[in-house]
């Protein structure tokens, strides 16, 4: 049996892909550790200006194993969530953004980045060597256009 897993971040992440036209995405969860210069070469503020200014609040997450997001908080004071997504024919970034609040997600702005991801492929059963950081699991980078933009909850 062989288990496939795409990421962002290189986060070993197992869980239904909530693809488009199969119901409702998969929930937000917050578990993301890397910020993401793990995933740009450039800064936040510099992919989306509306950033200048704005702290990091280490409120992480991700909505499915393609779309994480980074809390900020902008220079006026208001909560906003910086997010990226790693798009694939059968998944709707689109809907997947909507889930990054708990509640109501406003999109304030949006564009296109190139960044990395990683896609994880595990299998179930493996032979490893002592010492083997991930058992049964071979990455492949992919340097690829990823959906970004800033939301806020409310």
Not at 21 to 35: D, F, I, K, L, S
Request: proline share 9%; hydrophobic share 40%.
């Amino acid at each position: 049996m062989k288990y496939v897993t795409a990421t962002v971040l290189g986060l070993c992440l197992v869980g239904p892909l909530g693809v488009s036209g199969q119901g409702a995405p998969p929930p937000r969860e917050m578990n993301v550790t890397q910020g993401p210069e793990s995933v740009f070469t450039r800064p936040a503020a510099e992919i989306m200006p509306s950033l200048a200014g704005a702290t990091a609040t280490g409120e992480n997450g991700r909505v499915g194993s393609e779309l994480v997001f980074w809390g900020y908080r902008q220079a006026d004071g208001r909560p906003v969530f910086f997010f990226a997504c790693a798009p694939k024919p059968e998944l709707d970034c689109a809907e997947r953004v909507l889930a990054v609040c708990p509640a109501v997600t406003t999109v304030l702005a949006n564009g296109q980045e190139n960044g990395t991801v990683v896609r994880r492929e595990c299998r179930s059963v493996s032979v490893v060597a002592p010492g083997t950081l991930r058992p049964g699991c071979e990455d492949r980078v992919q340097h690829v256009p990823m959906a970004v933009g800033v939301v806020s909850c409310g």
